[in-house]
T-cell receptor, first 108, second 112 residues
Framework: GEDVEQSLFLSVREGDSSVINCTYTDSSSTYLYWYKQEPGAGLQLLTYIFSNMDMKQDQRLTVLLNKKDKHLSLRIADTQTGDSAIYFC????????FGAGTRLAVHP | DVKVTQSSRYLVKRTGEKVFLECVQDMDHENMFWYRQDPGLGLRLIYFSYDVKMKEKGDIPEGYSVSREKKERFSLILESASTNQTSMYLC???????????FGQGTRLTVV
């Protein structure tokens, strides 16, 4: 079946860039998503990319998609303490398949 | 704004009880999903529904059932709650299967 993998933890200094990586197995995915979950809350859509795109930029967020390697990344520029959360990669075919989530910790 | 509302934020139930988790969405979405979230395991799909009275098993349906009598409401049922069903349960809806899913705030269920 489909599988989505992410590293579980990332720690960065405030003001640095964060890069969260994701690999997936289903090459027929049409949409790929990044969700953010803050403590005690549900998931909130952060950004997404269509499978026919290589890159998408949205303010401080940059999504890169390498379809050949089935690799998706999310770059957060100028990371702030408010960016501390769990970030989930999700790929969509007929349903959404989620990775385990990457906990981003931002320290001064 | 799309709103997905789960009936409870926190729930404590005893082993063997029948438990109902309710979810309502207000955007006329076709698809609704139930996930459970456990540390280090991410979100695992329990059941989903793509139409009224239709349901499909997800990755971990054992011990659960669902009901979708109306388009806006999707219920998750734990027939006989067990301690290994202690988890965060998240409901979501989407217009189509592959499009953006909107999530409820989650129900943290503890089975004692």
């Amino acid at each position: 079946g489909e599988d989505v993998e992410q590293s579980l933890f990332l720690s960065v200094r405030e003001g640095d860039s964060s890069v969260i990586n994701c690999t997936y197995t289903d090459s027929s995915s049409t949409y790929l998503y990044w969700y953010k979950q803050e403590p005690g809350a549900g998931l909130q859509l952060l950004t997404y990319i269509f499978s026919n795109m290589d890159m998408k930029q949205d303010q401080r967020l940059t999504v890169l998609l390498n379809k050949k390697d089935k690799h998706l990344s999310l770059r957060i520029a100028d990371t702030q303490t408010g960016d501390s959360a769990i970030y989930f990669c999700a790929v969509a075919w007929n349903k959404l398949i989620f990775g385990a989530g990457t906990r981003l910790a931002v320290h001064p | 704004d799309v709103k997905v509302t789960q009936s409870s934020r926190y729930l404590v139930k005893r082993t063997g009880e029948k438990v109902f988790l309710e979810c309502v969405q207000d955007m006329d979405h076709e698809n609704m999903f139930w996930y459970r979230q456990d540390p280090g395991l991410g979100l695992r799909l329990i059941y989903f529904s793509y139409d009224v009275k239709m349901k499909e098993k997800g990755d971990i349906p054992e011990g659960y059932s669902v009901s979708r009598e109306k388009k806006e409401r999707f219920s998750l049922i734990l027939e006989s709650a067990s301690t290994n069903q202690t988890s965060m349960y998240l409901c979501a809806s989407s217009l189509q299967g592959a499009t953006e899913a909107f999530f409820g705030q989650g129900t943290r269920l503890t089975v004692v």
